[in-house]
Nanobody
Framework: QVQLVESGGGLVQPGGSLRLSCTAS????????MRWYRQAPGKQRELVAA???????THAGSVKGRFTISRDGAKNTIYLQMNSLKPEDTAVYYC?????WGQGTQVTVSS
């Protein structure tokens, strides 16, 4: 079955950290260009970070220095380590590979 499954979201205080995971099945993960997106209420979905099959990463300016995308080929999983979280990071976070999307995981940053 071809799917992406995210986990790791939750409620965290400003300044806190979370690590999101996205496990892929049914795709050629080792050759996959993977992305994390997020969508806040009333806003368009935006690209947060991306990682090539070779491990080259890019991060949106709004998260650079705070978020880090990584991948583990042995586990068919990508991660998004999120540090120094801010209320404006509150959103549903989605994993993406080409036209395939996960179900999303909610991240809420609030005191």
């Amino acid at each position: 079955q071809v799917q992406l499954v995210e986990s790791g979201g939750g409620l965290v205080q400003p300044g806190g950290s979370l690590r999101l995971s996205c496990t892929a099945s049914g795709i050629r993960f080792s050759a996959s260009y993977m992305r994390w997106y997020r969508q806040a209420p009333g806003k368009q979905r935006e690209l947060v970070a991306a990682i090539t099959s070779g491990g080259t990463t890019t991060h949106a300016g709004s998260v650079k220095g705070r978020f880090t995308i990584s991948r583990d080929g042995a586990k068919n999983t990508i991660y998004l380590q999120m540090n120094s979280l801010k209320p404006e990071d509150t959103a549903v976070y989605y994993c993406n590979f080409d036209g395939l999307w996960g179900q999303g995981t909610q991240v809420t940053v609030s005191s």
